[in-house]
């Protein structure tokens, strides 16, 4: 017996055997601390990857000429390095070296362009604001960016702080 959501639904395929992988978009805010942690221990009991996505905003260099250059180079290699401080607090969580991605520009749009590039990309994780107010992403997320998005989004409550 076949229904309509059996026939609509086709999930997003990863590699044989595995679980896809898990975006969290990091910074430096308590929220995405809580959202990496939920990630990481999510992804080791579904046998997933953990994807971590920086993003570098756009930056006005309209008055800079040659310097652009070497500020996008140098904001570059800052990103990076936070990624791997990053990816090596993800795998003492989990005891895998997660997917690491870089982007520009606007962050709504980086993150779609990353999760619509990346086949792999199974979910979206993000963390919830405090306070009961939702930060930029979840908010754009949840709201109408949702119908944007090709993959599911968890908002992980920013008062959860154990997870098993």
Do not use: C
């Not at 690491?100 to 919830?128: C, F, H, P, R």
């Not at 604001?129 to 908002?155: C, E, N, R, Y």
Request: hydrophobic residues 40%; proline residues 4%; glycine residues 10%.
């Amino acid at each position: 017996m076949s229904s309509y959501i059996d026939a609509e639904f086709k999930p997003m395929q990863g590699r044989k055997g595995d679980g896809g992988t898990y975006l969290v978009v990091a910074d430096d805010t308590d929220e995405f601390k809580t959202a990496l942690i939920y990630a990481a221990h999510t992804a080791r009991i579904h046998r997933a990857k953990l994807g971590i996505l920086h993003i570098i905003e756009n930056q006005d260099f309209e008055h800079w000429g040659g310097v652009e250059a070497r500020i996008k180079k140098e904001l570059r290699a800052n990103a990076e390095k936070y990624l791997w401080a990053v990816a090596k607090t993800a795998n003492d969580f989990n005891g895998s070296i997660p997917s690491l991605y870089v982007a520009e520009g606007e962050t709504s749009e980086a993150v779609m362009t990353t999760i619509d590039t990346d086949q792999n990309i199974v979910k979206l994780i993000l963390g919830g604001g405090k306070d009961h107010i939702p930060g930029p992403l979840v908010a754009f997320f949840t709201g109408k960016g949702m119908s944007k998005l090709q993959v599911p989004v968890v908002v992980v409550p920013a008062h959860l702080k154990e997870f098993s």
